[in-house]
């Protein structure tokens, strides 16, 4: 691996501060790994992009899955998680999730936790599409991202972890060895610093989200602008399986113009039984599969999508009109009060819903340490392929993801290696390069990439929608380049312009690989390809990013993941 010495263009660090490990990131994955390290005695900072409560974690609903309940297994598990990875799930990654998983869940609850009981006193499990037994634990009904957010921020603000907030992460240090030096950032607003600045550590886990800003309707909220997937590429990291975006199948249709962040509709009503219908009541998900609503999410969003094709629709709707008022007050007080703050009453009214960008199954290409292809540098939670996922993440594998692979980077760290398996030291940074070598783009750019993506590169793909989102994307990355060759001049540096840079880099590699991947699997659905083809496509698609700016797209042999390190320095499982 080499660096690309490909940087943003922003002002030098105009301060630092140095430990062992810096996070980047506030959301499950990354403050169960600050604490972990925290508790091995490394000096550890969390970097976070707004507050440490303002991640994606908080905006979970449905729950987390781990096989808690009376007669369910840790194969069990595997096997749904395997059967909606669609061919693509490292068999060893979802193993370790499914049998370290239970007891991580464990240890959140002893971290402070609280998660809904049952009349019996034990965990009040649920069912979610894709998951043939109770497995789901929630809390808050469905607020359980936030009440693992607040239980693991208490964490933090307890144990003394030192966080830098409102910080939007630039570029990844190196030392002239090429290993991980720590971070470059800029901090928004005054307070103990401002500006850009340096944390400087031998060792940097990114756990930044996802990028569900690169799309005009997400649920992610607006701080998901794929900065860590930028970041790692930027860094000569390698990228595995970006074109794989779940689209969730309910989320509050809000009109054909919305943009930014939609209210979800968590898979757990349908777990408790809602059923999706069209304008005429007919339950059109019935014969579709053996689970009818509750099929794996890229089943259930592609049956919505046909059936609003058909019927020249714009949306379909979820019916729990059944469920009564105590039961949706009770199990669903969020999705209720959002829904009503919409006009919507799902107490006597069926709920207009429509698929929409949620989750990246693909990411920074890691193994099972979490380590990348960078030395130093790891990667966990959404930002991160760390081969779970496959084609097609099964609901609320997510947050136990987060929790599985975190507490297993810390432990690798705390071993005493990094991530090429050589004792850690104290890193020094090769000078950042006086001119800007990435250009900035317009913070304009933001909505044009969105709306690139959402025409496409969305929920339904072809071979020409791709190629124009390509030219388009391709367009607005010559125009920036060409401003900056001919008179030096970019965009002024700051988070607008930023996290539009940023945006656009993770759209020309979803493209690339939705493009390349002439099959439908998962949730990559090509109209034009309507098959699963094994043969030719039971592989991943690795991306780099050059020095000079372009995109090195591969594929792999087999649909085994490839070591991220040198198989003379890999550790030795504990």
Not at 68 to 95: F, I, K, M, S, W
Not at 367 to 373: I, L, P, Q
Not at 387 to 407: M, P
Request: proline share 5%; net charge negative.
């Amino acid at each position: 691996m080499t660096s690309t010495g490909i940087r943003l263009h922003a002002p030098a660090p105009g301060w630092s501060i140095s430990a062992d490990v810096v996070v980047v990131g506030s959301g499950v994955a990354g403050l169960t790994a600050a604490l972990r390290c925290e508790a091995a005695g490394l000096n550890t900072v969390v970097v976070t992009k707004a507050r440490l409560d303002d991640g994606s974690t908080r905006w979970a609903q449905g729950g987390i899955a781990a096989a808690l309940g009376e007669g369910d297994t840790p194969e069990q598990h595997l096997d749904d998680t395997l059967v909606a990875g669609a061919g693509l799930c490292d068999e060893n990654a979802v193993r370790l999730l499914v049998t370290e998983g239970p007891d991580a869940v464990r240890r959140l609850i002893a971290t402070g936790a609280h998660f809904d009981e049952s009349d019996e006193g034990g965990l009040e499990l649920t069912r979610e599409g894709g998951h043939h037994r109770r497995r789901i634990a929630h809390a808050g009904g469905d607020a359980t991202g936030a009440e693992i957010s607040r239980a693991l921020v208490e964490a933090v603000r307890a144990r003394g972890v030192r966080a830098i907030e409102n910080a939007l992460v630039l570029d990844l240090l190196t030392d002239a060895d090429g290993r991980t030096a720590g971070v470059t950032l800029h901090v928004m607003g005054e307070g103990q610093h401002d500006g850009v600045g340096a944390v400087h550590a031998p060792a940097v886990v990114l756990a930044t989200g996802g990028m569900g800003q690169v799309f005009s309707a997400t649920t992610n909220p607006s701080v998901s602008t794929g900065d860590g997937v930028a970041l790692a590429l930027r860094a000569g990291a390698e990228v595995s399986d970006l074109g794989f975006v779940q689209f969730h199948p309910t989320v509050l249709f809000l009109g054909p113009d919305a943009e930014g962040q939609q209210p979800l509709v968590s898979e757990a009503v349908r777990g408790e039984g809602a059923h999706l219908v069209d304008a005429d009541g007919v339950r059109f998900m019935v014969g579709q599969h053996e689970l009818a609503e509750l099929a794996p999410r890229d089943i259930v969003a592609k049956g919505i999508m046909r059936r609003m094709q058909e019927q020249d629709a714009e949306h379909m709707f979820l019916d729990a009109r059944h469920f009564g008022a105590e039961m949706w007050e009770h199990r669903f007080p969020t999705i209720l009060a959002a829904c009503r703050a919409h006009g919507i009453d799902p107490v006597h009214e069926p709920i207009p819903i429509a698929p929409a960008a949620h989750y990246a199954s693909g990411g920074v290409r890691t193994d099972s340490h979490g380590r990348t292809t960078v030395p130093g540098l790891y990667a966990c939670g959404e930002v991160a392929c760390t081969g779970v996922h496959g084609a097609n993440r099964l609901a609320s594998n997510s947050l136990l993801e987060g929790l599985v692979y975190a507490e297993r980077i810390a432990a690798d760290i705390a071993s005493g290696r990094t991530a090429d398996g050589l004792p850690a030291r104290e890193p020094q940074p090769v000078p950042q390069p006086e001119k800007p070598s990435h250009p900035l783009l317009a913070a304009e750019a933001r909505f044009a990439i969105q709306r690139i993506m959402a025409d496409g590169a969305g929920v339904l793909r072809s071979a020409r929608s791709l190629e124009q989102a390509a030219e388009q994307l391709q367009r607005l990355h010559a125009d920036a380049r060409d401003a900056l060759d001919e008179n030096g001049k970019t965009a002024e540096p700051g988070v607008d312009t930023w996290e539009a840079t940023n945006l656009l880099c993770v759209a020309r590699v979803l493209v690339a690989a939705a493009a390349l991947r002439e099959e439908t699997r998962g949730c990559h659905w090509r109209e034009d390809h309507a098959g699963r083809d094994d043969t030719r496509w039971r592989r991943h698609i690795v991306v780099r990013l050059n020095p000079d700016r372009t995109l090195a797209v591969r594929t792999t042999d087999t649909a085994d993941f490839p070591p991220t390190v040198p198989s003379s320095r890999q550790p030795q499982e504990q």
